[in-house]
């Protein structure tokens, strides 16, 4: 078909409208058009969030493995609009062709469980192989990823040029035109990222996601067809004019728009990691991360696609947009380490409702990245003109502007989390890319005709000093405020600051270890105890979870039969692994996937022992996930303690597919022991995690520590062989780890026990939504609970479902199991469970009513009911029962005491200060004063328990008081009573 000729200058209009294009440089049909690829990008973010996570779940999250996929995609989009552009150019047909690969994305997003199902079962058997050749693993691990995605990428992206040949009727338009078509594709983009992230997956799951993006390409293409079939063959845009071309070289405009990509992935990578730390690694910040970065950059597009074909100078244009870009990262850096203190203010203005807390972040951050990512966005339409304007087709300009760009993000993504964030950090990383974008800005100023020569010298010079004199000037980031975690611990900080602020509140801690590294940001900070923090968020310390870190190993190696090989995941402070390495064991694997937290883990080596020095330890840096499914080994105790279940990553090790590829690696009488929180978990959350466990495991225990429960899972029978137990608490260096958290005894540890098989049925309440890989719906629930202090309440309905510890015992005869439960309720009740405390004491009575401790036990679980006159008979009757105790004396006085029964409780105090009971002394002293009024007695009281023991704080604090004439003590009794 024979090309029109271009319509070129008028030589009678004026010059200054020379190569303008007409007044309309769209397709007929153009908004209709636009608004089938806006509903396109909106599919193919949902795609690639899919998919993503898809083959994360086979490859795990390590940072390498999901840039293996991140890049992957991007690169069949880069290829696909590439090779695409070249062969659509002479096609007359572009809409049908359109159409043809809409259905081809849906069609194949239909087919893509099946090619997941095959990388899975390659990756399994090639994992066994080359877990210890990490660049090999990654290779395959590509080729796998190319296999899978390549496909539908290729598809996606010869769209791009597809709908440029539609919407594209001059070249003197292509500016226009481009930039319209890029700029309501992205902002579909960022309306799926946004709806896909906070609504379509949390409500659908991935699947349903999944088919609902490739129902919207169906649409796309059906729709593409009907107007296919009323629309004229489409002619080829004949070459622009020469008044209409573009700068010469266009090959190094284009390159520099690589580069320009290059700077924008690193800076959506660097970026993210920024935000993770100011709003956690939860699935709604990514989503307000990646809908912000959209969204700037298709309004930049659409706003530059309305002037760009009228710019004169490009060169300037393009230098004046880097300049921007550049700037705009400049103008943000030393604003983000204020960030933590705006999200506490944040939350006082809301209250911590979520839903007004995320639309905050997501204002502010916009806010930030608005500029350069508006520039971002410009760069296209701009680029797509200097292509259009070098005699290249539309279709072949559009993809190639595309693809360059695309190659440069995909080096882009690459570097900034393997090179930048590792090698200079988050904030020099930043500026660094500052630096790359102004120093390109100048090079174009220089080879342009903007101002004097002179004046382009002044411009490159402020352009490339700005952010040198920023690398070396900007003071650098308070570590401790970017960890401060301020995400789940700005109600702390709003209590605790008294008006000083975060900084003030963080004042105290100082910082040991510091790495911004290729998976996690990770710090150790000390302030009276300390701290390993993970992308701001506490893990663990060497004080406040010391407890939960020990048990952890100790109580599944307590408990399990013959456990000779152990699996750790997780190594945090390195206590657990230290923990299984007191035992017997041949073997403690330890699976961690962040390099940083290995490195943190020596600061630690006093709490942990150096456990990995032991030679039967060894350290495996990979997703514990993976090793598990594709792993070589089988194990006879399994210890999770992954971070919390609403985290991306974290969230993964709480699913079904999880725990049953846990128990396909459990050797016969294996046990599997996972962590979970109490806290920032509603009942009906804390159901569904015990639910998904159980519908895996049938066999469940359930422990309480603190605020944390220790899931206990096998698939036989749970027995506890008490003799057994009790040899294993004699091992020195068991017995002096547990003593260290005040589990001295097997009745100290069996009191933390809460719920069996059946308790843990009637908790869960029969059906009810599982957290599987397709929907985690712990995920995504988790984050809007984070200020809600629910681990009280989950601990009071585990309460009325518990069970009986010792029914899990070969206690032996009934005293024998009648004295063991009264130990077990002292336990009870120091850990404050008083229902199973009030359960086990009246059942130590009803087995041996003669036992005077037995019915001692009972009164304490009374007095802490409030039940005080049954408590009073209760300590009466185990006085009748045995012999004077001064600790029964003790406890009958100060019940007595409570009830109003004075010259009662002043008897008992004296029978048991008879019997050199300290704590008895001290109440006797307390009741001598304020019941007698006789300060002398009440001194020598004191003065008898100060001998026996000098250090007690209540005998010395009211001789103080007394010799000071101040207001009267503290009733007797308050002071808690102790054993023996």
Known sequence: MRRRAAPGPSTRGRGRNAGRPPARSAAPGAIRLLGLFAASGAAGV????????????????????VSTVLTTFMLGLGLGSVLAGRWLESRPDPLRVYAILELGVAAYALAFPGVLWLVDRLHGFLFSFLYTRPLTLALARFTLTSLALLPPTLLMGATVPAMGRLLIRHAQGMGEGAGRLYALN??????????????????LGFRLATWLAAATNLLVAVAALGLAASRPATAPIPPPAPAARGPAHAGYYLACYAVSGFVALAYEVVLTRILILLYGTSVYSFSVVLTGFLLGIGLGSLLAARFIDRVADLVGAFALLQAAIGAGIL???????????????????????????VGLEFVVTFAMLLVPTLAMGAMFPAASRVAGGSRAGVARAVGSAYGVNTAGSVLGAFAGGFVLIPTLGLQRSLLGLALVSCTLAAVLVWRSAWGTRRARGVAVVILVGMPLAALTALPRWDPRLMNSGAYVYAPDYARVSGGGGLRDSLARYTVLYYREGVTATVAVLEGGHRLLRVNGKTDASDTVDRLTQRLLAHLPLLLAERPRDVLVIGL???????????????????VEISP???????????????????????????????WLRAGPRAYDVVISEPSNPWQVGNSNLFTREHYRATRARLRPGGVVCQWLPLYWMTLEDLRTALRTFHDVFPQVTLWVFDSDVLMLGSLGP????????????????????????????????????????????RLIRGTGPLHTDDRPVLEFAGPKTLFQDDARGNIEAMEREASEVVALVNAGDRRAEAEMRGQIAREYLVTRLVGPAYREARRAVELDPGSASGHQALGRVLVARGELTRAADAFQESLRLGPKRGEALNDLGGTLDRLGRPDEALAAFQQAAALHYGPALYNLGTLYLRAKDDPARAREAWDQALRIDPTHAGALRNRQTLDAARPEPPRSGSEAPTSD
């Open 46 to 65: 949902l795609y690639e969030v899919v998919w993503s996570r898809q083959l994360t779940l086979v490859f795990g999250t390590t940072t390498l493995a």
């Open 186 to 203: 992205t902002i579909g983009a960022a309306v799926g990222s946004g709806a896909g992230g906070f609504l379509l997956v949390p409500m």
């Open 331 to 357: 103008l943000s850096a030393p604003f983000w380490d204020r960030l933590p203190e705006v999200l506490v203010r944040l939350y006082g203005t809301t209250g911590g409702d979520w839903a007004r807390l």
């Open 572 to 590: 945090g402070t390195g206590m657990t692994p230290a923990a299984a390495l007191r035992h017997p064991v041949d073997r403690v694997d330890v």
């Open 596 to 626: 940083e937290v290995v490195e943190a883990s020596r600061f630690f080596e006093q709490a942990n022992d150096r456990a990995l020095d032991d030679p039967r330890a060894r350290l495996l840096v990979l997703d514990g996930r993976t």
């Open 718 to 761: 749970t027995s506890l062989d008490l003799n057994r137990l009790q040899e294993r608490f004699e091992q020195t260096r068991v017995r002096s780890d547990l003593a260290e958290v005040r589990v001295a005894t097997p009745p100290a540890l069996l009191s933390h026990f809460l719920l069996g098989s059946e308790g843990v049925a």
